[in-house]
């Protein structure tokens, strides 16, 4: 490569050199929202040399956007911010290549979009989109990092990082295993309704950038397997030991496919009340299955045992979406082994049939363990 | 034996306790320490987070002692 004094400065640095910053130049890494956490990203991802960069947002800028987003500015209201961040970006550096992608990202685009990428930065402000990149991260066996704000606090992680794991076999900790059921609708505020102060997102996205660089570079220790959080009050910061999930949600093609992310995560204008699952503690099980009117739903797939002989039908999760129509118009029941899965089945047939669901907290397990 | 520990609340659930920890809780395992928690503030009961006992996350039951630190931390999602 033509080297010019452009990162001399970090090139001299103890076990930085040209090596690292050629892995920089040849990294590919996709930004997932342009907004707090995505221009510090962005910005500092084309400063330190990263060769190809996506950035993928469909907003455009407005008002109350600027105290934050430092990267756009009030003569630009109403225009979209992916364009005007990748025209910035070749001011700064053309030898960047910067691909914008005008929309947002979605369960049919993920996959064909991510693919391009070796490292995807989680820039965005909602359980949908984090949800989806983690899954489609598992599935294409991608590092991603984790970055997301809630007033004064801020969080980061470095999830389903392959090389953070000793073995081939074992699956890297994911955003799942910290949070397996995404919130329901309103459960939690959003910037929009609880606030945010511009320079924690600065914060927190300029963190990101640190361990993208790491990641890339082979340097230091990433943040895998911890929870790192920032309470900018205090100016203090907490980890926590990510311990992955005894029975984790298993992400292949098909539940990817069965997920509605649109539906799971709530988008601000839905119903809150739409999706909130009731979830039912063993002794009110037994009344309910004993009522005629309840139908008992196992969702669990057909090799997983134990077999249980109380269940009305068994649709497994990853057909739930096509076999829903033979559901009774009666009041559902949902188990499986843990009663993590049957949330999100109890959230589909809701959003779906409209009728009145329920979830058998613990599952399966709950269950045998209260027989005995 | 009383065991008294610390409880540290992140995020959006300190709108709920009004406060961002509690100092000498009696409460002999983790399951024991959420029902009382939960009695305190009902708005927990249906607020998702996870725990963790001294700065690592748990997913079951967990006995607790004197001098432990519990967290609850909720996930966040702005940007």
Redesign the interface.
């Known amino acids: 490569m033509a080297m010019n004094d452009r990162y001399i400065r970090q090139v001299i640095l103890p076990g930085f050199g040209m090596d690292a910053q050629e892995k920089l130049l040849a990294a590919k890494v996709l930004i997932v ?1 342009m ?4 221009c510090p990203v962005l910005q500092y991802m084309v400063a330190a040399g990263v060769g190809t960069i996506g950035i993928m947002d469909g907003d455009t800028v407005s008002m109350s956007n600027l105290h934050r987003q430092l990267l756009f500015h009030a003569g630009e209201l109403g225009q979209p911010k992916v364009k005007l961040a990748a025209e910035k970006m070749k001011e700064q550096d053309s030898s960047i290549l910067v691909q914008a992608y005008p929309y947002a990202l979605t369960v049919s685009n993920a996959a064909e979009v991510v693919a391009d990428y070796d490292l995807v930065i989680d ?5 949908m989109a ?1 949800y989806l990149i983690n899954d489609v991260c598992v599935l294409l066996n991608k590092p991603w990092i984790y ?5 004064y ?3 980061l992680s470095v999830f389903n990082w392959r090389e953070g794991v000793a073995s081939d076999q074992l699956q890297p900790i994911n955003y799942r295993d ?2 397996p ?1 995404s ?1 329901a609708p309103h ?5 929009e309704e ?1 606030g ?1 102060i511009g320079v924690l ?1 600065g914060i927190i996205g300029t963190m990101q950038a640190a361990e993208a660089i790491k990641i890339i570079t082979g340097l230091g220790l990433p943040l895998y397997g911890r ?1 790192y ?1 920032y ?1 900018l009050l205090q100016a203090r910061s ?6 992955k ?2 029975d984790p949600v298993k992400i292949d093609q098909a539940f990817f496919e069965a997920m509605n992310y649109d539906l799971f995560c709530g988008q601000p204008e839905e119903d809150p009340d739409m999706h ?1 699952i009731e979830e039912i503690n063993v002794d009110t099980f037994m009344q309910l299955r004993a009522d005629p009117d309840v139908f008992v739903l196992d969702v669990r797939e057909k090799h997983e045992y134990p077999a249980i002989d109380f269940a009305d039908a068994q649709i497994p999760m990853s057909e739930l979406q096509t076999g829903m129509a033979a559901l009774p118009d009666k009041s559902i029941c949902v188990i499986c082994h843990q009663g993590i899965r049957s949330v999100y089945a109890a959230q589909l047939i809701r959003a779906r049939r409209n009728l009145t669901v329920y979830s058998l907290k613990g599952g399966l397990t709950a269950y045998f363990k209260k027989e005995s | 034996m009383n065991m008294e520990i610390k409880v540290l609340f992140f995020g959006s659930l300190t709108d709920a306790t009004a406060v961002a920890a509690l100092n000498e809780v009696t409460a002999s395992d983790t399951a024991a320490l959420q029902e009382l928690l939960h009695q305190q503030y009902p708005v927990l009961r249906t607020a998702k987070y996870f725990i963790a006992v001294n700065r690592q996350m748990i997913n079951k039951n967990t006995t607790l002692k004197t001098g432990d630190v519990v967290a609850l931390m909720p996930p966040f999602s702005g940007g």
């Open positions: 929202g907004g707090g956490l995505g820039a965005t402000d909602n359980f984090k970055g997301a704000v809630s007033q606090q801020g969080q910290l949070f059921v919130p459960e939690i505020a959003t910037c609880a945010v997102p929870l959080n309470d907490y980890e926590i030991a990510i311990v999930q005894e909130d």
